[in-house]
């Protein structure tokens, strides 16, 4: 698969109180400028459920197919007021240019209405299970899923591939899960754990009991929604991220995770990217674009 040289039409450095004395501080991408970049609309909305959220936006290339998918997932720190699917849509617009089938889903935050525990993992995987329904009437290969998140949405993404490993007893289970053969974490979290060790504390909330229940639960339910325990996830596993700390994980953490992956016997990419910000993962043309098709690319061998 080949993937695009596709220049976003947006200056994604600019100078931050340079003076003479004091070098230029690169100003990075934020959630505004990601939503200008250019992108082509869907070929549908589809509901996945019955609530408002629940949708996701298909986009597909030009050709018969069948063409691989890959479902998208945003981030957004799992609250409704950071972000939503329309983050992701130059990515999208990218990777369907290319030759993906992008399904890129929307889902309930945990505070919204339905989204608290256990609603947004049940929301995304409907929204995931949901392409069995478009199968049939689009050009998808369902043998060839792969699954694309950014932030919290990375998270997502490698439980997307972690499904099947759900204990029956929980309330996220689902019999049959789509296969995902291999998820690509952008920039986010891979152990639910490390960030409920401090204080479960994301973009100034405390998001833990959204997320995995009561104090009493989380134990147990951290071992149905947390990529770490539930290795070997049985699918190729790609992280991209800064080569900085983040609130919700560090290149030390990421490191972790990778290893752990190897010793489970998953195949493991990694890729520490410097000088870039938090959403220039999302940015065809930035100077984190080439790990991300990298990412995609091997995800899908």
């Not at 069948?66 to 130059?90: E, N, S, T, W």
């Not at 945990?110 to 049939?136: K, N, S």
């Not at 870039?276 to 790990?291: D, I, N, T």
Request: glycine letters at 8%; a neutral charge; charged letters at 20%.
């Amino acid at each position: 698969m080949k993937l695009p040289r596709y220049v976003a039409a947006l200056v994604v450095a600019t100078t931050v109180g340079a003076t003479a004395q004091q070098p230029a501080a690169p100003r990075y991408l934020t959630v505004a400028d990601i939503l200008k970049l250019p992108s082509k609309p869907a070929v549908g909305r589809f509901a996945y459920g019955s609530d408002p959220l629940e949708f996701g936006e298909l986009r597909l290339p030009q050709g018969r197919g069948p063409f691989p998918v890959a479902i998208v997932i945003h981030g957004g720190c799992y609250q409704k007021r950071f972000a939503d699917l329309h983050i992701m849509d130059a990515l999208s617009t990218a990777l369907t240019a290319e030759g993906l089938v992008t399904w890129n889903i929307e889902y309930r935050k945990i505070d919204e209405p339905g989204g608290a525990w256990p609603g947004m993992f049940r929301d995304v995987a409907a929204g995931i299970d949901y392409l069995r329904e478009l199968g049939p009437k689009f050009p998808l290969d369902l043998q060839r899923v792969i699954a694309v998140g950014h932030s919290a949405g990375g998270h997502l993404a490698l439980w997307a591939a972690a499904r099947h490993r759900v204990p029956t007893d929980s309330p996220v289970w689902t019999p049959s899960p789509v296969t995902v053969r291999g998820a690509v974490n952008l920039d986010g979290p891979s152990n639910l754990q490390w960030l409920a060790d401090r204080d479960g504390i994301l973009c100034g909330a405390r998001v833990m009991e959204g997320l995995v229940g009561s104090e009493r639960e989380a134990a147990k339910n951290l071992l149905a929604t947390s990529p770490a325990p539930m290795l070997p996830l049985g699918a190729r596993e790609a992280m991209v991220y800064r080569s900085v700390a983040n609130p919700w994980a560090t290149p030390e953490e990421f490191a972790r995770y990778a290893a752990a992956v190897k010793r489970a016997g998953d195949p493991v990419m990694t890729s520490a990217v410097a000088d870039v910000g938090h959403f220039e993962f999302l940015a065809p043309g930035s100077a984190a674009w080439a790990q991300v098709v990298r990412a995609v690319t091997w995800a899908l061998e």
